[in-house]
Every structure is written in C-alpha cells, then in structure tokens.
C-alpha cells in the first residue's frame, strides 16, 4: 500500500445551484491543498506534517470557515479553534477561543508537543501563542465581508446557522441574489496516512454563524470531531452539537474494531446514524482506504492515493 | 435487576498515607451524598436532577476538587469546569474556564438546556452565567489553605501535580440510573493542581471524561492525558453497544486494556439497574447504592 490523503473543506446545505463564482474558487483551494499534500507525502513528510501543512493552507485561504474567513460569533468577533491527534501513540492537541492566532492548527500542535497538556483555550492559550513566538495578528485580518453578511441574516432570522445552512426559506423563495450566502463554508480538515500505515488527523474552524461567545464545538473535542487511533484517523464536519452527541469520529474507529467493518462500511455507517444533514466526515485507514461520507446536501473534498487516484467533488455520491 | 442506582467518585489515585481522618471525612462526605441521591430517587426525581444534584453537594463542600476545594492553576486562582449529560437524548451541557461560579454543574446544565449549545467557555460562559442569574461569588471563596500549599509543595517539585502523586484531592462525578431506566452522569473538576491558565481536561469534553447514553452513563477521573487519549468514559458504552458486553464486563475491559500506562478510574451504572466502579490507580473515592438496598462506601 502507499499513502493516502483526504481533506475537507466543510459539509452541509451546499445548494446544487452554487453559482460558478462561488463554487470554481473553493474547487481551485482544494485542489490546491490536495497538492501540497501530494508534495509533502512525494517528500516522504510525516502524517502529522502532511495534516497540519494542508489546515494551514486551508485556514489562510479565506472562502473556508478556518482561521481567515472563520465565521463570525454573535458579537462579530471570531474565535478559532482546531485539533490535532497522531494515531500511532494518540498523543493531541487541541485549542479554542483564538483570535489572533494565523494559524490555529498550529498551536494546536504545539500544545501537543510542548505542554504537559492536552487542551488550552481563550487567553491562556493566547498567551502560549505569544510564548512560543506563533505568528499573531489583529483580529480584523480573519473576518471577511462574506461572513459579516452571513452574521447579519443569522441575525435577522434569529438563528444560530449550522456551517451550511440555507438562508431563511423567504430569501431563497425569492430568488434573492444572497440566496448561496450561507452555504459554502465549513470547518476545514485534513487526514492521512503513509505507507507504512502512520495516521495522523487535524480539523480547524471558526465554529458557527452567530454563535454565543465562548462556544466550543465538536472539533476540538477528541472523540467527536477529530480522532485517529492505529485503525483510521477521521476529521468531521457539521453541526457540531450532532458530531459531538454522536462521538463521530471514535465511533468509525470503533465500529472497525467492534463490528470488524471495513473503513467505507464503518464511515458510513457511523454518518448513518447522526440525524441527516448534520455531518460529514472524512477518514483514511491504516491500510490505505478513503472514505468521505456525508448525510448533508454536500461536502467540499478532495482525496489522492499514492497509486494516482485523485478526485475533487463537492456533490455526487454520498457514500464515497 | 432493574431499579434505580447511583455512584459517586471523589477522585482516583489516593496517597496510601493519606492520613486516616482524611479518608474518614472523604467517605463521610460521599456517604452522605449518596444519601441525598437514594432520598432523590426515592421521590421520583429523574436521572438528570439526582446528578446535579448530587454534583452541587460535592461542588459546596470543600474536601474535594471541585467547586471550592479546587486546587489552583499556576497563577494560584481557580478554574473550573463542569459537565452534565443525559442518557436518553445524549443531549448534554459543559463548561470550562469559570472563575465566580459559585456551582459549574449547574451552569453546564443551563447550557444544555437554555443554549442552543453544548460547550460554554471562559469569559463567554461568566457572561452566560451572568444573564442566567446564577449566584456568583469572589474566585477568593473557591481557594482554601490546603490548595494554597499544596500548589507552593508543587512548584517547589516544578510539576504538575497528578491526583496521586501528592497527596491533591480528586475530581468528582456521580452516575444515576433511576426507575424508569433513564441514566445521566456529571463530573466537576477544579482540573490540575499548578496546571496552566486556559487548560482544559478531560472531564468536560463528552466522551472523554463523561458519558451517557441509553445504555449506561459513566463518570471517570484520574489522568487527563491517559482519559482523553483513550476516549474511557465512550469506551465503556461502545463495548457495551458494539461488542454486546454487559456493564461489568465493559468497565473491566476498559480498565484493563485502554489507558496504556496511563492512570485512570471510573463510575458507571447501566439502565438495568448495576453498578459498576473500575480503577487501575491506588484507591478512588467512590460510593454506590443500589434500590436493592446494597450500598457501599470506600477508597482502596
């Protein structure tokens, strides 16, 4: 076997009528990820590397709810936050409540490999940030106009949106030129696998539209949102407060173990059993399979296995 | 089998010199809580309410760390952190990072039933707490003399201090199952003594820490890294839900086979009524009673 890469851009309400405009930039991003994720395994990097590389693009490209472009709290400030796991020895490291961290995976990393600890958040892990020399910005360098007209029909329709949610049904009755304004972004995520069966995972977001400050959703939450063990390693995407009740990511990893399914079977299966149009995931085993289930209308993805194979869809099959 | 059951824990990995009139105050201390939650389940109160119940009383006293009795971050202040979760929905409610909150359990139980969310932290969860209109006091009135020393003992070994390693008291947690098979958990942690500001452990985060589902609800304690990285409290269920084990047997492998070399333990109760404590530390602080009349209190 050789390696494998997948990687998320985000799961949801993605309207099949995404225009052109909004649909070929986020095409071109995760075809541009999968790249440096080809690069990097082609350079014979880590998993780990190869992961947390690939967030890295994906939080700086601004069309992705990840580090610049996070969507925005219900006071329009953004909080970041992401998570990353080594299958191998399950060591993690997550973060939350970032603001002026660029690059949030990052220091997820860093709490990995340079505190006692496994998770910090708000200004204790801002302070690490500065600690450990992170580049930092100001926090107007996240938010994007995309996102500020997002907060603004949340909240005029009084609602905390899951990542892809559509607008209100009146707007999109009306034909209404923000009509896609919700439903292209999402948490980003990348997981991989080398050839000898190292697997690493990492999953950075700006959590949910119009979301209550403070609020910490299923991405840094080992077991829900990111996970990865000797089996497979997984990166969710979706209503977080579904992922999380659903312990999503372990469950596929479990179900493997448990159940004796293969990686395809166990993804979708666990995907199976949240409620529809919550969660997206995707997932590559010690053995090299790809999977990227999801029960929503879409999920932004891409994959690449050492033998050639790539592929790039937002739509289509479900049970990929 | 079947009827109501509950489980308490103060923590594991106890110092086997702790001295004999601090274990005696520990066991006082969860005896009587589990009294209060036979007398709760006696009244038909659901699953849910004995937990947090339960969970307010051990937060109130100061004997264990959580509540006041939290031991200290490196600053010498107290964060602290809390989570709830009701087995019938899986619907659940955390929080983390709090500082005036005179009971966390029951701000992470606002959160689960008053937000549209899971997981409250830091200045965003006071602020919840604030406009809930739960009572909130000075950071002072969580700080007792015993965390103050013990914090300076640490930095002086320039650690972080685990439960067991010196003597610091242990997070705390309750399970309840009641007659109508409805199981719900709770933990509350004033986290790691000497830890650093902004760390979350694993008590919080569902799945890791805590858990509950129709099967079964769990509470565990003891090294967050080992906790975290094993997923223990959804272990126990998932082996329980996919390998078809029963409570005793799930726990018992969980125990024995997840957490590697770290060092952990565990409540659990099933929605037929068993208990069930595993532990792999020296002692865990633990209590249970079953309608049954069985009833138990005890460390090692």
């Known amino acids: 076997m050789g390696w494998a890469i997948a990687l998320h851009g985000g799961a949801g309400d993605i309207p099949l009528s995404l225009p052109p405009e909004r649909r070929l930039p986020r095409e071109a991003a995760l075809r541009h990820c999968l790249g440096i994720g080809i690069a990097a395994f082609k350079a014979h990097k880590h998993p780990l590397d190869v992961a947390e590389l690939v967030v890295r693009e994906l939080e700086n490209h601004p069309n992705f709810n990840a580090g610049r472009g996070s969507v925005l709290t219900n006071s329009g400030t953004v909080e970041m936050e992401a998570c990353i796991m080594d299958g191998k020895t399950k060591k993690c490291g997550a973060v939350s409540g970032l603001t002026t961290v660029v690059n949030a995976i990052s220091l997820a990393r860093l709490v990995m490999e340079k505190t006692p600890h496994i998770y910090l958040a708000f200004e204790g892990a801002e302070a690490f940030a500065r600690e450990q020399g992170l580049e930092t910005v100001d926090s107007s360098y996240f938010i994007t106009p995309e996102n500020i007209e997002r907060l603004k029909q949340a909240q005029e329709a009084h609602r905390v949106q899951i990542d892809y949610t559509q607008p209100v049904q009146k707007e999109v009755k009306n034909g209404a030129a923000n009509a896609d304004g919700d439903s292209q972004i999402g948490t980003v995520g990348c997981v991989a696998v080398d050839s000898e069966g190292n697997l690493a995972t990492a999953t950075s977001t700006g959590g949910l539209v119009n979301k209550m400050l403070g609020r910490i959703g299923d991405t840094p939450i080992i077991g829900a949102g990111t996970y990865a063990n000797h089996l497979c390693a997984v990166s969710a995407t979706g209503r977080g407060e579904a992922i999380i009740r659903g312990t999503v990511a372990r469950d596929v990893a479990a179900v493997m173990e448990f159940k004796g399914l293969s990686l395809k079977e166990a993804a979708a299966y666990v995907v199976d059993q949240v409620p529809r149009g919550t969660t997206g995931l995707v997932a590559v085993s010690s053995t090299g399979e790809v999977a990227m289930p999801f029960n929503t209308t879409g999920m932004f993805r891409a994959c690449a296995t050492e033998d050639g194979y790539s592929e790039i869809a937002i739509w289509d099959s479900p049970s990929k | ?300």
């Open chain 2, 1 to 300: 089998m079947g009827g109501w059951a509950i489980a308490v824990h103060g923590g594991a990995g106890v110092d086997p010199n702790l001295p004999k009139e601090r274990q005696e105050e520990g066991m006082r201390l969860l005896g009587r809580c589990v009294d209060v939650g036979i007398s709760a389940l006696r009244s038909n109160i659901p699953a849910i309410d004995v937990v947090e119940l339960v969970v307010r009383e051990l937060e109130t006293d100061p004997l264990f760390n959580s509540g006041r009795g939290s031991v200290l971050t490196e600053n010498g202040t107290v964060e602290m952190e809390a989570i709830i979760m009701d087995g019938p929905k899986r619907r659940c409610g955390a929080v983390s990072g709090l500082t005036t909150v005179k009971n966390p359990i029951s701000l992470a139980r606002l959160v689960m039933d008053k937000s549209p969310h899971s997981y409250l932290a830091f200045s965003g969860a006071e602020e919840f707490a604030e406009k809930q209109g739960v009572e909130l006091v000075d950071n002072e009135y969580f700080i007792t003399e015993n965390n103050v020393a013990m914090l300076k003992l640490a930095k002086e070994a320039n650690s972080i201090v685990f439960d067991y390693r010196i003597p610091a008291p242990g997070t705390v947690g309750c399970a309840v199952v009641d007659k109508e098979g409805r199981c719900a958990a709770a933990t509350s942690t004033g986290g790691l003594m000497n830890k650093m500001r902004g760390r979350i452990g694993d008590s919080p985060l569902i799945g890791c820490g805590t858990y509950a589902c129709e099967l079964c609800g769990v509470s565990c304690t003891g090294e967050g890294e080992a906790i975290i990285r094993s997923t223990l409290a959804r272990e126990v269920a998932a082996v329980m839900e996919y390998k078809g084990l029963n409570l005793h047997e799930a726990v018992d492998f969980v125990i024995r086979n997840r957490l590697d070399e770290g060092k952990a333990g565990l409540i659990a109760l099933s929605k037929k009524g068993e208990v069930a404590c595993g532990f792999n530390t020296t002692g865990m602080f633990r209590g249970c009673a079953t309608e049954d009349g069985f009833m138990e209190v005890g460390i090692w």
